[in-house]
């Protein structure tokens, strides 16, 4: 299920504006990987480009390549679509459909592309996803309620419901539960631990305690200053980066003595 | 010790309560100001309905509503205004089925595709179009339609277009609000399922607003509904009913009160038996109680249709 993604040379620029700079990493397979960074230095930028969202806004671009299984997603031949089908994402944003019911937002992947579920399929599908948020318990009773009625956290499990029923391989998480409470952000946390059984997994965090607890390698993104693009300073094993990272900047950052 | 704390909490009352007087002063003059100005808003809406229904309301009937001008003369009151009614329905339905098509395209290219110089031109002439006279838009039908049918053409369909110039500007206007409403997050959360954009628009983005969106269109609807002038020149005016928009003239609501009220009063001899000599008036204002009546119904229509659209919580 879970494939490995290897990032050579990427440049991302919005426009004229080059917003992160030579990034080259490989992801793991069935892993968490976590980026961590300051503010405006290009993670989510850069996790956007791993399922080719980054495009969507005007005016973006990526240079160099990002190669899922030594496929590049950037190559000629790759749909965009397919790719998005294939890695899915979760916001940093609980975003259900507040037009559908908990039911339709799990099968949103399959509803909106007009294909067609026989009803016991599309049944096994809606408790499989919501048992692999860790959500069918609370809502087994309410399929039919709107998705928006939910609380916050259980919204962000149910994006992560949506997400995983289209079956991807990758799941990029930008800030998952920034917008959540400590028990909620347990729950998620939890969750990402079962995921990686059967995903890779990129999070992207500013809670460095989050990085710590779920990851197992660990990215950390700089930038020098406003107007300058954001830099991957290292990356490694999560273990490392937290005791005796070998960049100054990152033993900085990651024990506070940041600016 | 205590009178120390009496004191602290004396002081901080003061503190607390100091209030600014003229703050309050001025709030309570613009409570009194704008409940004045919507008072005085109200006055002519009220009157103007009140008026509507209290010169109206006696004629209307069955017989108004089912029969046609057909044959009636002068005073003879048994004449009704079924040709203006459907005449209104079927211009104006035409009409929506022209702009609604093209405005609602329209707004979707600005907000989804548009960019750079052919969108920023499209808004330009929306803008400008909606600044055009009803009295032109009908004149620009009739001249186009001379040059494909000759002179002396007046058919309900010119009258529908000559109305969908009004409200194409309109429709797009109003739908272009509404798709901006729809939260970006939306779409992106059907982008990262795989779906194509194409279909991200029609069921993520159309369906989110759809209660807006049939809002903006009956709005401009009723903008339209009501129009004269452009109908008066387009469509002509007739005494029988005429279903065909594609053949003959037509009447339309706005058409026909203008026209009875312009007649001024029947003259009646002292030995006709059914003649009323204020019948026009009275035939005017009739059929100005039902135009606003379709106009109610129509907005109640959307209502219903909103709410049954509009996202739920619970």
């Known amino acids: 299920m879970a494939q490995r993604i290897d990032v050579k040379d990427v440049n991302i620029y919005y426009g004229d504006f080059l917003a992160v700079e030579g990034v080259s990493m490989t992801i793991e397979p069935r892993s968490v990987t976590a980026f961590i960074g300051p503010s405006g230095c290009g993670k989510s930028t850069f996790i956007r480009t791993l399922n080719r969202m980054h495009e969507v806004i005007p005016g973006a671009y990526v240079d160099g390549s990002v190669e899922l299984e030594g496929v590049d997603l950037y190559g000629p031949g790759v749909d965009p679509v397919a790719v998005r089908r294939n890695i ?70 149910l994006c992560i419901a949506r997400t995983i029923a289209v079956k991807p391989q990758v799941v990029l998480m930008d800030e998952p539960c920034s917008a959540l409470d400590p028990i909620s952000t347990l729950a998620i946390e939890d969750l990402i631990q079962e995921m990686k059984k059967d995903y890779t997994i990129v999070i992207v965090t500013h809670n460095m305690q989050q990085a710590a607890r779920v990851s197992d390698r660990t990215a950390f993104f700089n930038i020098a200053g406003t107007g300058k693009p954001g830099k991957l300073i290292e990356m490694d094993d999560t273990a490392t980066i937290f005791s005796s990272p070998s960049e100054q900047a990152t033993e900085d950052y990651v024990s506070g003595r940041f600016g | 010790m205590s009178t120390d704390t009496m004191d602290t909490t004396e002081r901080t009352r003061a503190l607390l309560t100091s209030s600014e007087p003229r703050r309050k002063a001025v709030d309570r003059l613009m409570t009194v100001l704008i409940w004045a100005a919507f008072v005085v808003a109200m006055i002519p809406l009220v009157s103007l309905l009140w008026t509507v229904l209290v010169n109206g309301a006696g004629r209307v009937s069955l017989d108004f509503l089912t029969y046609s001008m057909r044959g009636i003369f002068g005073g003879d009151p048994s004449g009704g205004i079924y040709h203006a009614i459907m005449g209104t329905l079927i211009i104006t339905g035409w009409a929506a089925l022209i702009s609604v ?38 004149l620009f039908v009739v001249a186009l339609m001379t040059i494909f049918l000759g002179p002396g053409a007046r058919f309900g369909i010119m009258g529908a277009i000559a109305l969908s110039v009004l409200m194409i500007p309109v429709v797009v206007r109003s739908c272009e609000e509404m798709l901006k409403l ?84 029947a003259t009646c001899r002292e030995d006709q038996l059914n003649c009323v000599v204020d019948i026009s008036y009275q035939n005017a204002w009739g059929a100005a109680l039902v135009l606003i009546i379709v106009v109610m119904l129509l907005n109640i229509a959307g209502r219903l249709v909103n709410r049954w659209f509009a996202p739920k919580l619970r």
């Open chain 2, 182 to 265: 729809v939260p970006n997050e939306l779409r992106e959360a059907s982008y990262a399922l795989g779906v194509p954009k194409w279909l991200t628009i029609i069921r993520v983005v159309l369906r989110t607003s759809v209660a807006g969106l049939t809002t903006g269109i009956l709005l401009a609807v009723a903008r339209v509904i009501g129009e004269t002038a452009p109908l008066l020149v387009a469509v002509g005016v007739t005494d029988s009913i005429n279903l065909n928009a594609f053949e003959g003239r037509m009447t339309t609501l706005p058409v026909f009160i203008y026209r009875q009220y312009s007649q001024g009063m």
């Open chain 1, 88 to 157: 899915g994402m979760v916001f940093q944003r609980p975003n259900p459909f507040p037009t559908m019911s908990i039911r339709d937002n799990v099968l949103a992947g399959v509803k909106l592309n007009n294909r067609r579920i026989s009803k016991s399929d599309a049944d096994d599908l809606v408790e499989s996803s919501l048992r692999g948020a860790n959500l069918w318990n609370e809502v087994k009773d309410r399929l039919e309620k709107p998705g928006s009625g939910l609380s916050g956290g259980q919204q962000q499990r």
């Open chain 2, 101 to 138: 098509p093209v405005g609602l395209l329209t707004a979707i290219y600005l907000v989804e595709y548009g960019r750079g110089a052919l969108a920023r031109s499209v808004t330009f002439f929306v803008d400008v179009m909606t600044g055009i006279p009803s009295i032109v838009a009908g």
